[in-house]
Nanobody, 127 residues
């Protein structure tokens, strides 16, 4: 399973970015997906998750109301739309996929529940 994240960059506070994660190597629509981030000197933390059918999503409190996770199963891609960005959102963002199947509306939220990781894309928010 390969995951390729893209879309990061430098943006001013209050701005927006859209991250993409293209996947290959298995049936994308069969698995939930997630986004995590890691800031310098900090542990990797959960950001958002989406069920395999896209019908259920879950967000960390720190991004709720500002970020939106979505997926296009025809394109084997998961997205993270980030609005109203803050300097504290600065981090390397990683997409992740589990190796276990879940129900149609279920997802994982813990780092140890994910088995495959993209290479990460840097997001820097200036004040």
């Amino acid at each position: 399973v390969q995951l390729q994240a893209s879309g990061g960059g430098l943006v001013q506070a209050g701005g927006s970015l859209r991250l993409s994660c293209a996947t290959s190597g298995r049936t994308f629509s069969s698995y939930a997906m997630g986004w995590f981030r890691q800031a310098p000197g900090k542990e990797r933390e959960f950001v958002a998750a989406i069920s395999r059918n896209g019908g259920s999503t879950y967000y960390a409190d720190s991004v709720k109301g500002r970020f939106t996770i979505s997926r296009d199963n025809a394109q084997n891609t998961v997205y993270l739309q980030m609005n109203s960005l803050k300097p504290e959102d600065t981090a390397v963002y990683y997409c992740a996929a589990p190796n276990r199947l879940l129900g149609s509306n279920s997802y994982y939220t813990r780092r140890d529940q994910y088995d495959f990781w993209g290479q990460g894309t840097q997001v820097t928010v200036s004040s």
